[in-house]
């Protein structure tokens, strides 16, 4: 059964409760932020926030849905007019690694932990369609020019995303580098980039024999 994804199409005062809503989401996780937190720091009434969304639930649904929404169209346009598998995985890197606010991992986690059934499922469907399919469609063409091989489509999109949600944020001055400013500067990363991950992805890390 087709699920279908509903994005958010409320008025300006809706779509300033949702940023609202999540921001603090990102930053504190779902269980720490209350209902009371978001109509505090959004400017608005319980009853004006309940007009528009029944619950907590509902807001991270709506929050998730223009993430992946932003995250969808911000690939598409990267992908315009790049040829190959590698240009066209680093144009994906480029947006997947340095969105302010692509923590895909944090919000598939909260989904799971937090939302009910049906919640859990209109974001599932978002994942499909709006990230997950566009990878797969990158990874499939680079097989069929027999630029990939050795995996599936699927596989290699599950492998490409997985360290795109490891590295998210560790690009030096991402939120996660920042956070490891406290170790010796011979401990961080200072050559990491989307062409590195990419390449890291498409040859491994083994020394590659020269003839």
């Known amino acids: 059964m087709e699920i279908p994804v509903q994005e958010l199409t409320y008025n300006a005062t809706a779509r300033k409760i949702v940023a609202i809503a999540a921001q603090l989401f990102m930053q504190r996780g779902y269980r720490a932020v209350s209902i009371n937190d978001i109509v505090n720091a959004a400017g608005v009434t319980k009853p004006t926030l309940y007009y528009y969304f029944p619950d907590k639930g509902e807001l991270f649904v709506q929050m998730g849905l223009n993430l992946l929404a932003s995250l969808h169209a911000a690939m598409t346009a990267s992908l315009a007019g790049k040829a190959g598998c590698a240009a066209r995985l680093t144009a994906l890197a480029e947006v997947l690694l340095t969105e302010r606010d692509g923590d895909i991992r944090m ?48 596989e290699l999109a599950w492998l490409f995303l997985g360290l795109m949600e490891a590295f998210h944020g560790q ?8 956070q490891l400013d406290q170790l010796d500067d011979s401990l961080l990363p200072t050559t990491l980039s989307p062409e590195t991950v990419v390449s890291l992805f498409l040859y491994g890390v083994a020394k590659r024999k020269t003839c």
């Open 171 to 178: 690009l030096p001055g991402g939120s996660r580098h920042r």
């Open 107 to 154: 919000m598939r986690h909260e989904m799971q932990e937090h939302l009910d059934p049906p919640q859990r499922r209109r974001l599932a469907a978002a994942f499909q369609t709006r990230l997950f399919v566009p990878i797969n469609q990158v990874m499939q063409a680079g097989i069929d020019a027999d630029e990939l091989a050795g995996h599936s489509a699927p």
